[in-house]
């Protein structure tokens, strides 16, 4: 299956498209168009991703890895996320005409054509494989590239349009950055690694489905058969409490496998709690059993403070006098 295959073809652009490129450059349209090219990236996603990175990179060095195998990580992570959400924006910019939440991306205004966008995307990719390969390790190379791999060709060009659990496995390639992070430093991978990557795995189900609650009609409209979409909003709280579990099991496996003190493990345990909590209360709110109960978006905003403060206790633990 190759990415010119996709049934959305450069020839059905929008004609506004066209026109927008026809007209004459105003003042500024440089800088409106490193704009778009910026957007393609979805920049805030990349935050996500890199909070993770650093962490990892802290507690598989045991202490401060070199700063500027940081800052190289740093870069070429970026550079490979930014890629795979460029290609993502390529494949999908069907989906994002249609959507509300996703109508004003570079695509779908014409700011930006898709043989740029394919050739931007394409470029990203190779170059942050060079970068790693080059200036990292081989390793962490290989790693990316099956991190892109999993996010274009898995997630957006076979599950997204055809699974609910598109989410869940797709989500393999957010969690590829602690693995990257960690052969960044020790140039192989380790049990705590593994903890680690499950930490995001079952972490990414109750971070994206309660803002697919939210679009719900949006997935509808595009045919994106979103869990939220065709199923109960009971199932869909039930398996995120389920979810939620796993995910919180893998924290505090990392306690022995990492050697952990007794200070993340409390942190662990607490924002598990009150994280387990929110989505417990979402399930009993969809059971009809109260009719009081945290709202969608609320649980994806804790989604990103659990994952944040955890990733924090991480680094910070490493540096505890006991």
């Known amino acids: 299956m190759s990415i010119s295959s996709h049934p959305t073809s450069a ?8 026109a927008r490129r026809a007209a004459d450059p105003a003042p500024g349209a440089w800088r409106d168009k490193v704009g ?43 550079l490979a996320a930014g890629s795979a959400n460029a290609f993502n924006c390529y494949l999908d910019r069907d989906i994002d005409e249609v959507m509300n939440r996703t109508k004003r ?26 970068w790693f390969a080059w200036l990292v390790n081989v390793p962490a190379a290989w790693l990316t590239f099956g991190a892109i791999a999993i996010y274009v060709v898995g997630y957006t060009m076979i599950l997204k349009r055809r699974t609910p659990q598109n989410i869940v496995w797709g989500g393999i390639a957010g969690c590829m950055p602690v693995f990257i992070g960690w ?25 994206y489905w309660p803002l697919s609650v939210k679009f719900k009609k949006d997935y509808a409209k595009a045919g994106v058969p979103m869990l939220p979409v065709v ?83 991480v680094a910070v633990d490493v540096f505890l006098p006991f």
């Open 11 to 18: 020839s059905s652009s929008p004609t506004r498209a066209s």
């Open 36 to 78: 778009a090219y910026v957007a393609l990236t979805k920049p805030r996603i990349i935050e996500l991703l890199l909070v993770t990175t650093v962490p990892t990179m802290i507690l598989a060095e045991g202490g401060l890895p070199d700063l500027w195998l940081v800052v190289k990580t740093l870069i070429g992570g970026a």
């Open 105 to 130: 991306r570079p695509l779908v205004t014409g700011e930006v054509t898709p043989r740029e966008a394919l050739v931007f995307a394409t470029a990203l990719g190779v170059v942050s494989l060079v």
């Open 183 to 207: 052969a960044a430093v020790q140039g192989s991978l380790s049990w705590a690694a593994v903890a680690l990557f499950g930490v995001i795995f079952f972490w990414t189900p109750p971070h």
């Open 231 to 313: 199923a109960s909003d009971r199932r869909v709280a039930a398996e995120m409490l389920g979810h939620t579990v796993a995910m919180v099991a893998c924290s505090l496996a990392l306690v022995p496998l990492a050697d952990m003190s007794w200070v993340y493990t409390l942190v662990a345990a607490g924002l598990g709690g009150w994280f387990g909590w929110l989505t417990w209360s979402m399930l009993r709110k969809a059971q009809g059993r109260t009719r009081r109960g945290p709202g969608a978006m609320k649980v994806f905003h804790a989604s990103i403070t659990y994952l944040t403060l955890l990733f924090v206790a």
